[in-house]
């Protein structure tokens, strides 16, 4: 998911430098989702991955 993220940063950058001004926001704006997306998912994994094993 991060890596979706990373891409669609790095073709918002592109397309921003190219002047494909309306591309650049929705390609940063899906960068920006995927990005959140990405931290709630790993947030929710620390907190599962780390349940204590019943002795």
């Not at 991060?2 to 494909?20: D, P, R, Y």
């Not at 929705?26 to 204590?52: D, E």
């Amino acid at each position: 998911m991060l890596g979706w993220a990373l891409a669609f940063l790095v073709i918002a950058l592109i397309a921003g430098v190219l002047g494909f001004t309306g591309l650049a926001g929705t390609a940063a704006g899906i960068a920006k989702i995927l990005f959140f997306v990405f931290l709630v998912i790993f947030i929710i994994s620390l907190f599962v991955g780390r349940r204590r094993p019943t002795v």
